[in-house]
């Protein structure tokens, strides 16, 4: 079974950083993509990044040369990033963490113009 919890997200001006966080534990975890997702209010849910076991790393358009997923696999929990940086309005929404369909809860990033 798959558990996933996020963290990391806020409050941040256009132009900012953040970091959100990813503690996935599960033993399908390690052999399997990782990916965040995004849903801003009253939008569809939307793919944001995958990494996958071996650290290969996929973007949506929008957000290529700045976001950055990475993942440590070296602890029983993997932690799985995403580095925010060049931060838009149009970024705001909670973002999730997602295994073989299993979600986390989410966390709000809000970005200010």
């Known amino acids: 079974q798959v558990q996933l919890v996020e963290s990391g997200g806020g409050l941040a001006q256009a132009g900012g950083s953040l970091r959100l966080s990813c503690a996935a534990s599960?033993?399908?975890?390690?052999?399997?993509?990782v990916e965040w997702f995004r849903q801003a209010p009253g939008k569809q849910r939307e793919w944001v990044a995958t990494?996958?076991?071996?650290?290969?790393?996929?973007?949506r358009d929008s957000v290529k040369g700045r976001f950055t997923i990475s993942r440590d696999n070296t602890k029983a929990t993997i932690m799985v990033y995403l580095q925010m940086n060049s931060l838009e309005p149009e970024d705001t929404a909670v973002y999730f963490c997602?295994?073989?369909?299993?979600w986390g809860q989410g966390t709000q990033v809000t970005v200010s113009s």
């Open positions: 990494i996958s076991p071996t650290g290969t790393e996929t973007y």
């Open positions: 599960g033993s399908m975890v390690r052999l399997n993509n």
């Open positions: 997602n295994v073989v369909n299993q």
